[in-house]
Nanobody, 122 residues
Framework: QVQLVESGGGLVQAGGSLRLSCAASGSIFSINTMGWYRQAPGKQRELVATITSGGSTNYADSVKGRYTISRDNAKKRVYLQMNSLKPEDTAVYYC????????????????WGQGTQVTVSS
């Protein structure tokens, strides 16, 4: 069974930094795009950043220049380095992966982690 597990959230003061990590496990044939999304209270889930298997990245305008997404394909991990954090970055951050499980390698499925809370105090 494929799982995505996030870690690294927490409480930080404005201007501080956090690094999120997400590990994919299970019987996986291939992982395509991986990414991070976030959902603040009372708001819809929004894209934060994505990275393809080849390393191409995409960022939301609100985090450009402050966040950096990276991945380790061999370890099936994706990371999000968050610097210069602001109170408005407070949200539950979710890991996402577009992948093909070994049991159905011709297909692509969207998987989500359980989320990790990031709270930025002013």
């Amino acid at each position: 069974q494929v799982q995505l597990v996030e870690s690294g959230g927490g409480l930080v003061q404005a201007g501080g930094s956090l690094r999120l990590s997400c590990a994919a496990s299970g019987s996986i044939f291939s992982i395509n795009t991986m990414g991070w999304y976030r959902q603040a209270p009372g708001k819809q889930r929004e894209l934060v950043a994505t990275i393809t298997s080849g390393g191409s990245t995409n960022y939301a305008d609100s985090v450009k220049g402050r966040y950096t997404i990276s991945r380790d394909n061999a370890k099936k991990r994706v990371y999000l380095q968050m610097n210069s954090l602001k109170p408005e970055d407070t949200a539950v951050y979710y890991c996402n992966a577009d992948l093909s499980p070994s049991s159905d390698y011709d297909a692509k499925y969207d998987y989500w982690g359980q989320g990790t809370q990031v709270t930025v105090s002013s």
